[in-house]
């Protein structure tokens, strides 16, 4: 089982950046990849980004390519997502989550992923 902390949410005004991140224990950390998801008030949990546990592989939504980027630092156990010229469409919960899959396409998915974070909010106002 891993343990996830995100943190980083606020209240940001569109057009501004934020880096969100979250903080991995209990497995090792190179044993899964990890993921972003968000959830916007009224809506289902969403597919944000992900990363391979080696860092080498990345994919992003549609909705954030371009303008959102995950990392993560294997050395400190932790994840990130750097959120530039945010819009008031991604104001949501963003919730970090570590799980296994095969292919980008299984990693867009909440089923790929074991362990999640609480969540934190981001609010983009216009």
């Known amino acids: 089982q891993v343990q996830l902390v995100d943190s980083g949410g606020g209240l940001v005004q569109a057009g501004d950046s934020l880096r969100l991140s979250c903080a991995a224990s209990?497995?090792?950390?190179?044993?899964?990849?990890l993921g972003w998801f968000r959830q916007a008030p009224g809506k289902e949990r969403e597919f944000v980004a992900l990363?391979?546990?080696?860092?080498?592989?990345?994919y992003y939504a549609d909705s954030v390519k371009g303008r959102f980027t995950i990392s993560r630092d294997n050395a400190k156990n932790t994840v990130y997502l750097q959120m530039n010229n945010l819009l008031p469409e991604d104001t949501a919960v963003y919730y970090c989550?570590?799980?296994?899959?095969?292919?980008?396409?299984?990693?867009?998915?909440?089923?790929?992923?074991?362990?999640w974070g609480q969540g934190t909010q981001v609010t983009v106002s216009s």
């Open positions: 990363i391979s546990w080696n860092g080498r592989n990345t």
């Open positions: 989550a570590a799980g296994h899959y095969e292919s980008f396409y299984q990693g867009t998915s909440e089923r790929a992923y074991d362990d």
């Open positions: 209990g497995r090792t950390f190179t044993d899964y990849g």
